[in-house]
């Protein structure tokens, strides 16, 4: 059974960092990919970062490029998103994802870890 844990969510005011974490057990993220989704209240689910060692992609979103960098460490079977220069607007629930291939589509969810960004 595939898990994904995510961590690292909280508080900060606009301009701060905050390190978010996925933890995947179950799945072979050596031949998969792990992405990032955000929710804000009211809003769809956006897609805003994704890495892949299937085809060695890295993608973002437009709305995230330049502030927000995801890695990995394949042995711990970890994706991480450093989020710098926070926004209110990158306020909502930041789901991670995995996917058995490249980064669209994906197989299974994560629950979800709150970010609140204040201005």
């Known amino acids: 059974e595939v898990q994904l844990v995510e961590s690292g969510g909280g508080l900060v005011q606009a301009g701060g960092s905050l390190r978010l974490s996925c933890k995947a057990s179950?799945?072979?993220?050596?031949?998969?990919?792990l992405g990032w989704f955000r929710q804000a209240p009211g809003k769809e689910r956006e897609g805003i970062s994704c890495?892949?060692?299937?085809?060695?992609?890295?993608y973002y979103a437009d709305s995230v490029k330049g502030r927000f960098t995801i890695s990995s460490d394949n042995a711990k079977n970890t994706v991480y998103l450093q989020m710098n220069n926070l926004k209110p607007e990158d306020t909502g629930v930041y789901y991670c994802?995995?996917?058995?291939?490249?980064?669209?589509?994906?197989?299974?969810w994560g629950q979800g870890t709150q970010v609140t960004v204040s201005s």
């Open positions: 179950g799945f072979a993220f050596d031949d998969g990919a």
């Open positions: 994802a995995a996917s058995p291939n490249t980064c669209y589509p994906y197989d299974h």
């Open positions: 890495v892949s060692n299937w085809d060695s992609r890295t």
